[in-house]
């Protein structure tokens, strides 16, 4: 989507309207709601998101698209010509990864949420491969969720999975504990719209949320006074019949798990659960476009059922008639924009890339000093409502930006201003990803993600990516250890964020824009055999090689004791040396005097050398002396060994085999001793055929 027909238009125009909706009431008048809307984003109001370093890596507005999108004419935009909208169209779900994944266009943070927008690329024929660095814009959900300490019970039929019943609401404090003032935000009639800043607070919010959902709940239920433990049952048949033991429940706050708001959605008791539910995000969509004001949306959030007897040692098994136990959660969710420096690494030895080579290896907040911090800017639209548009925000170049069109601020994170609730991935009516994905994504987890039990409504995905986990085993499994804290369960809201915006939006951000090369020209240079291959530019990187390093230095133990040995020896010897206790010329003696050679040419020739003689004089005197060894002798092959028995000390009944043992032993020493000494006096010889051994022949060496 690079060159998407949008923004071929957008860069051949060049509009310098300051709007973009027509302000001609000739025009206006002609259409419903007299809102005619013009798609084309002026030149000025992109212009200052340019960024033109030729290795910027960061994404600006016009950098993040839709991954899908179709063409169709509206009567209400462009004067019913042929428009671009986007559209979701689900893959593979990333919700049950723990890890960093690359995708086409964006990096998936499955951790803790997140996408970054990237136009991935690497370095080719590495070797062993290589490291690099980019800073890259991503967009982060945040969460914050409040357990209301109200929870909902109910039971497996005894006679049909399917049919749930004995629904009722137990005090586990939201009642009992309820503090008596409002707190802060109040969500007051006058305040509500004016008591949030830039940055939302999302903990007070959604804490704020629960006080007032146990407050209504309480008055619809009648209750003056209640404790802790104290259960209702009048308003709870319809919620059992609705709950399931495997899945959790996302909605916006409306009270339907009570049967009369859910029979009764029209009701003032129902109006005023949902205004309450608006009033958390601090805005309606009619309110005038405000760039100062954040996007926040808030709802309920209803944990995997747990049994009700788990300490007891009821399993997580279905059984009929068990009894489950529901926890309910109020929440409040924005997204903020921030610039993470993500460290790649490559392991390309071929002439292809393919996004299994590249990893994410590192990936942190980019760091800036108190006077170094980025210059955000967003639009202003001064005489719109939120829901007429969606403002252009980014890092921004301030020589380029007209204070009186934009906001401007410095600051590490930026997030991101107010669009309408009433838009979902189901209904996505422009091009403009930047501006309306990130606010859709969060109406749809909270409108339809998990609305009811694993059904898919308005495109968003059921089967095989249901995300209530009624149809997907592993999600249940998940769901079920993170939906028993508040921290755990926004842990949950943020992933299935992240993996709607993995199916709906792509960067198309490479940082190589100003410097890519032809094929061609690539080809020629690199005189490669693939000439379809396009070098985008060149970029440092470490190239990786080989070394040895402990890791884990308890296994390096035995070499250390190994050289603790050498430098003890060392450190000895050089003692020795230096008190000359021991000196070479003693060395040098002892060896020679135990040198086997030397021992035996004594024993045979007495007085052949001095005994003391230096090495020289000593090979010099015997370098013709020869020591003939005798070869051993074969056995016979029948031959066995005598045998004594009998224990020690004790006479054997073989004991005169053992004496004629003893003499053939001793008449065979003899006999070899004599072989021996004549063997050596007849080494002058001429011929030593008489000698009834075939000698080796060993030469010495002092």
Same mark, same amino acid.
């Given at each position: 989507?690079?060159?998407?027909?949008m923004?071929?238009?957008?860069?051949?125009?060049?509009?310098?309207?300051?709007g973009?909706i027509?302000?001609?009431?000739a025009?206006?008048?002609?259409?419903?709601?007299?809102t005619?809307?013009?798609?084309?984003?002026?030149l000025?109001?992109?212009?200052?998101?340019?960024?033109e370093?030729a290795?910027?890596?960061?994404?600006?507005?016009?950098?993040?698209?839709?991954?899908?999108?179709?063409?169709?004419?509206n009567?209400?935009?462009?004067?019913?010509?042929v428009n671009?909208?986007?559209?979701i169209q689900?893959t593979?779900t990333?919700?049950?990864?723990d890890?960093?994944?690359?995708?086409?266009?964006?990096?998936?943070?499955?951790?803790?949420?997140?996408?970054?927008?990237?136009?991935h690329?690497?370095?080719?024929?590495?070797?062993?491969?290589a490291?690099?660095?980019?800073?890259?814009?991503?967009?982060?959900p945040?969460?914050?969720?409040t357990?209301?300490n109200?929870s909902?019970?109910?039971?497996?039929?005894?006679?049909?999975?399917y049919?749930?019943?004995n629904?009722?609401?137990?005090?586990?404090?939201?009642f009992?504990?309820?503090?008596?003032?409002k707190?802060?935000?109040?969500?007051?009639?006058?305040d509500?719209?004016?008591?949030?800043g830039e940055a939302?607070d999302?903990?007070?919010?959604?804490?704020?949320?629960?006080?007032?959902?146990?407050?209504?709940?309480?008055?619809?239920?009648?209750?003056?006074?209640?404790?802790?433990?104290?259960?209702?049952?009048?308003?709870?048949s319809?919620?059992?019949?609705?709950?399931?033991?495997?899945?959790?429940?996302?909605?916006?706050m409306?009270?339907?798990?009570?049967?009369?708001?859910?029979?009764?959605?029209?009701?003032p008791?129902?109006?005023?659960?949902?205004s309450y539910?608006?009033?958390c995000?601090?805005f309606?969509?009619?309110?005038?476009?405000n760039s100062s004001?954040?996007?926040?949306?808030?709802?309920?959030?209803?944990?995997?059922?747990?049994?009700?007897?788990?300490?007891?040692?009821?399993?997580?098994r279905?059984?009929?008639?068990?009894?489950w136990?529901?926890?309910?959660?109020?929440?409040?969710?924005?997204?903020?924009?921030?610039?993470?420096?993500?460290?790649?690494?490559?392991?390309?030895?071929n002439?292809?890339?393919?996004?299994?080579?590249?990893r994410?290896?590192?990936?942190?907040?980019?760091?800036?000093s108190e006077?170094?911090?980025?210059?955000w800017a967003?639009?202003?639209?001064?005489?719109?409502?939120?829901?007429?548009?969606?403002?252009?925000?980014?890092?921004a170049?301030?020589s380029?930006?007209?204070?009186?069109?934009?906001?401007?601020?410095?600051?590490?994170?930026?997030y991101?201003?107010?669009?309408?609730?009433?838009?979902t991935?189901?209904?996505?009516?422009?091009?403009?990803?930047?501006?309306?994905?990130?606010?859709?994504?969060?109406?749809s987890v909270?409108?339809?993600?998990?609305?009811?039990?694993?059904i898919a409504?308005?495109?968003?995905?059921s089967?095989?990516?249901?995300?209530s986990?009624?149809?997907?085993?592993?999600?249940?499994?998940?769901?079920?250890?993170?939906?028993?804290?508040?921290?755990?369960t926004?842990k949950?809201?943020?992933l299935?964020?992240?993996?709607l915006?993995a199916?709906?939006?792509?960067?198309?951000?490479?940082?190589?824009?100003s410097?890519t090369?032809?094929s061609?020209t690539?080809h020629?240079?690199?005189?490669?055999?693939?000439?379809?291959?396009t070098?985008?530019?060149t970029?440092?990187?470490?190239?990786?090689?080989?070394?040895?390093?402990?890791s884990?230095?308890? +296994?390096?133990?035995? /070499?250390? *004791?190994?050289?603790?040995?050498?430098?003890f020896?060392? @450190? &000895?010897?050089? !003692?020795?040396?230096?008190?000359?206790?021991?000196s070479?010329?003693i060395?040098?003696?002892?060896?020679n005097q135990?040198?086997?050679?030397?021992?035996?040419?004594?024993?045979? +020739?007495?007085?052949? /050398?001095p *005994?003391?003689?230096?090495?020289?004089?000593w090979s010099? @005197? &015997?370098?013709? !002396?020869?020591?003939?060894?005798?070869?051993p002798?074969?056995?016979?092959k029948?031959?066995?060994?005598p045998?004594?028995?009998?224990r020690?000390?004790?006479?054997?009944?073989?004991?005169?085999?053992? /004496?004629s043992?003893?003499?053939?032993?001793?008449?065979?020493?003899?006999?070899n001793?004599?072989?021996?000494h004549?063997?050596?006096?007849?080494?002058?010889?001429a011929?030593r055929?008489?000698s009834?051994?075939?000698?080796?022949?060993?030469?010495?060496?002092?």
């Open positions: 989507m690079l060159n998407s027909p923004r071929q238009e957008l860069l051949r125009t060049g509009h310098l309207t300051t973009s027509y302000d001609d009431p025009i206006r008048n002609k259409f419903h709601n007299n005619v809307v013009n798609s084309t984003i002026p000025a109001t992109i212009k200052p998101f340019i960024n370093k290795d910027n890596t960061i994404a600006s507005p016009m950098d993040i698209q839709y991954r899908n999108y179709y063409e169709e004419p009567r209400y935009v462009d004067n019913g010509e671009i909208r986007g559209f689900p593979q990333l919700l049950l990864d890890s960093y994944r690359l995708i086409e266009g964006l990096i998936v943070d499955s951790i803790n949420g997140g996408v970054g927008f990237r136009n690329s690497g370095p080719l024929r590495m070797g062993l491969g490291q690099w660095t980019e800073d890259i814009l991503f967009i982060h945040e969460t914050a969720c357990q209301t109200l909902l019970h109910f039971s497996i039929s005894a006679n049909y999975f049919n749930h019943d629904g009722y609401m137990a005090d586990d404090g939201g009992a504990n309820l503090p008596t003032e707190p802060e935000p109040g969500f007051g009639d006058d509500w719209q004016s008591a949030f939302p999302l903990q007070r919010r959604s804490f704020a949320l629960a006080w007032w959902n146990n407050q209504l709940t309480a008055r619809v239920l009648n209750i003056s006074s209640s404790s802790v433990g104290d259960r209702y049952t009048s308003e709870f319809n919620y059992a019949t609705l709950a399931s033991p495997g899945s959790i429940l996302i909605s916006p409306n009270g339907w798990y009570l049967d009369s708001i859910f029979k009764k959605s029209a009701s008791e129902a109006a005023e659960f949902a539910g608006r009033r995000s601090g309606n969509d009619t309110d005038p476009s004001k954040p996007y926040v949306r808030c709802g309920y959030f209803y944990g995997v059922p747990y049994p009700s007897r788990i300490t007891d040692g009821q399993s997580y279905y059984d009929l008639a068990s009894n136990t529901q926890q309910l959660y109020t929440c409040a969710s924005s997204m903020k924009a921030s610039v993470q420096t993500v460290t790649f690494g490559s392991n390309t030895t002439t292809s890339l393919d996004l299994s080579d590249l994410v290896l590192a990936v942190r907040p980019k760091q800036y006077s170094a911090l980025p210059t967003i639009e202003k639209a001064d005489g719109y409502r939120i829901r007429d548009i969606n403002l252009m925000w980014g890092l170049n301030e380029q930006v007209d204070e009186d069109a934009f906001e401007i601020r410095r600051t590490a994170e930026l991101l201003p107010a669009s309408t609730h009433d838009i991935f189901g209904h996505i009516y422009d091009s403009f990803a930047a501006g309306m994905a990130p606010g859709a994504a969060w109406n909270y409108e339809l993600a998990a609305a009811i039990r694993g409504i308005d495109f968003i995905p089967f095989p990516c249901s995300y986990g009624e149809t997907d085993y592993g999600l249940t499994l998940k769901y079920r250890n993170l939906s028993r804290t508040p921290e755990g926004a949950i809201m943020n299935i964020w992240t993996d915006m199916f709906v939006v792509v960067g198309t951000k490479t940082g190589f824009e410097t090369q032809s061609s690539s020629s240079k690199s005189k490669r055999s693939d000439s379809a291959l070098i985008l530019g970029k440092a990187v470490h190239k990786m090689v080989r070394s040895i390093g402990y884990d230095f308890r +296994y390096a133990i035995p /070499a250390f *004791i190994v050289v603790g040995i050498l430098l020896s060392a @450190a &000895t010897a050089t !003692v020795f040396a230096l008190r000359k206790s021991l070479y010329e060395l040098e003696h002892y060896i135990t040198s086997m050679g030397r021992t035996a040419t004594q024993l045979m +020739y007495p007085g052949i /050398a *005994i003391d003689a230096s090495t020289k004089e010099r @005197a &015997t370098r013709d !002396v020869i020591l003939n060894v005798p070869r002798q074969s056995r016979p029948n031959r066995t060994r045998k004594l028995r009998g020690r000390g004790h006479s054997s009944p073989s004991a005169s085999s053992g /004496a043992l003893l003499r053939v032993h001793q008449e065979m020493e003899m006999e001793r004599s072989q021996s004549l063997s050596a006096q007849s080494h002058y010889s011929s055929a008489s009834p051994h075939s000698p080796y022949t060993i030469h010495q060496f002092a």
